[in-house]
Structures are given as structure tokens and as C-alpha cells.
């Protein structure tokens, strides 16, 4: 384990414009911890995985957090109202362990409303606002590297898409909430289905609800499982023949969007991935490898993206939370290579 520094003292500092903020370093997830009951939502059981990313030069770090629906028997915030449930020990664990994660230098943090089910079923715009205005109250004196996420992935329960009317009025409730209390605190927004590139221009054909373009602290997010049939978990192998613009393609669909219509604004590829252990349980595909490889170091890097690596720690992992280490090499080839099982792109173990 790396020993870095502990977590420091609350100060306001000064906030991060969202183009200053947006280096183009790699980033991870801190998936199935506080936004299900994978793995404990703890600091015990976050800080060996920020760590041995932290070592590994990953600069990002973004926590899905479920807020409004019932996770190991409890809410960390009213389901009704939006208010934070403040005598929540969850709660007490994530505040650690976003001040864990700000004390290490140089590294952004993202948190976000992330598996809000009936939130986004009934289109409960009052409460996400509420929950926003009780969360930017609490973290207002962070440090400007801490960045939210409003919505993630806001299809409804039947997985529809959210009507994009809807979701630019949720967005923009919980935005001007958020903006009475932090004016420069950086704001995230997505699509209104799976997070797809393609959804953008559907979703936000124009910023009137968060700022009408004219807010510098408002960044872009997406998520890239494409193509689904090899990205997915349990698609049946892992030797589909996915193609260099399978990589691109959507970075440079969304890129247009936020040339365009986001007036400049950055992106932020918030996850990407390979569902394999949904297959395998040990990782010796080198398709899967290539496509680790690829990503970020090559296409993302092409188009200035900074990105965070979907891990759960299951289907879709890279850290082992048993081991507290990296159970594969997929962790090497994000840094654009890796050592392969023999010199074959579909190799036995892809199949």
C-alpha cells in the first residue's frame, strides 16, 4: 500500500473553471461502494483503492452515490424531501473519503445521484433539487476539485429515457440550488437515458437551464460501452471484432456537441469498460486487453477527454477488493500497452 497523506483541515480555496480543470489524465471509478452493497461504503475499504490508483498517476476519482433509495437498510437522504439524513454513519464514511481523496494532490473527484429510481420515475424535481442545495451545503467549503454530477443515467425504472423536457427541468432546479449556495463549484450534465454520446443533442439542444452558456463552471459528461455486444456483461465472449471508430466514434459525436451547442464546453468520459469477469474469472483476453489499451492512451487522448475506468470490482474489474491489489494486467494497458497471452488478437481465452 502507498502511504499518502491524510486527509486536511477544511478551507475554502479558490474554484477550478471547468476547462482549468480538465487535464487530460485518466480517472477511475469508485463503483458498487456507495451506490449499492457490493463492498463496504467505508474509508477502511476505499483508501487501498485510491491509493493504488493514486500511485498508478490516475488523477480522477468518481463516487456513484445512491442517496434516496434504501441501500444495506437505509437512505442517505429522505426519499420524500430530499434532506440529508446528517446522522447517517454512510454519510460519515463518504465525507471521509472525499476529504481522503482531496488530500492527495492533484486529484478530482467527482460525486453524483446515481441509482435514484423513483426520484427519476416520478420525476421528483423538487427533491433532487432539495438533495443538491443539502449537499453543496455540506461541501461548499471544499476544494474547487470537487465536482457534481447531478444525474447519472436518468432512464426511468423500465429503462425509457427520461423525456428531455423533464430532464432539463430536474437539472436545472437542482442547478440553481446548488448555485445560491456555491457559484463556482463545478456542475456535470449528461444525457437522459444511458449517458450515450447520442443523446446530447436530444437532451440539451440549448443550456437555458444551467446557465444559458454563459456559465464557465459547467462541464459535460458520458458514458462509453460501445459497442454494448462486447463492452456488456454477460454477452456471451469476449471476441467481437469492434473497430477503431467503435472507440471514436461516440468521442467524436460528442465532441460536435460541445463544439457546437455546449459553446466549447469539456467532456468528461465518466465511465468505460469490459464487463469480462461476467464470463471469465481470470483476465487472459487480448481482444479485451487491446480495447484497454486503445482507449484512453490513443482515442480519448486524440480528443482531449479525460476519463474514469468503470470498476466494480466485479464484471468489471480491474482492483480486487479481497486482495486490496490489482487482479490483471488491464491495469497496465490502460497506460496504452501490455503484455499479451501469445501474439493473437483472438486468443482461446476470448472465446
Known sequence: ??????????????????????????GFNLGQMFDNSQHAPTLEAARPKIDAYYARGFRWVRIPVTWTETVSGATLADPDTGRLVRDSPRLAE???????ALAQPGLHVVINAHHEIRLKDQARGDVLAQLWSDIAQTFKDRDGRLMFEILNEPHLSNHESMAPETLRAMTGQAYRRIRQIDPGRIVVIGGNQWFGAQEMATAWPNLAAVGD????YVMATFHH????????????????????DDASGPMRLMAHWAGTTGGGMPVFIGEWGVGWQSRFQTMNCNNVRLWYARFDAVHAKAFGMPTAVWDDGGWFQIFDHAQNEFSSNLIDCIDGSCEWDGPDRFNTDCL
Open 1 to 26: 500500500m502507498v502511504g499518502l497523506s491524510a486527509p486536511a483541515v477544511h478551507k475554502p480555496v479558490k474554484k477550478l473553471r471547468a476547462s482549468g480543470c480538465l487535464r487530460r489524465t485518466v
Open 94 to 100: 463518504l465525507e471521509a473519503v472525499i476529504d481522503y
Open 213 to 216: 452558456g454563459r456559465d464557465p
Open 225 to 244: 460501452y460501445n459497442p454494448w455486444a462486447f463492452a456488456g456483461d454477460n454477452q456471451g465472449d469476449y471476441a467481437d471484432p469492434w473497430t477503431e
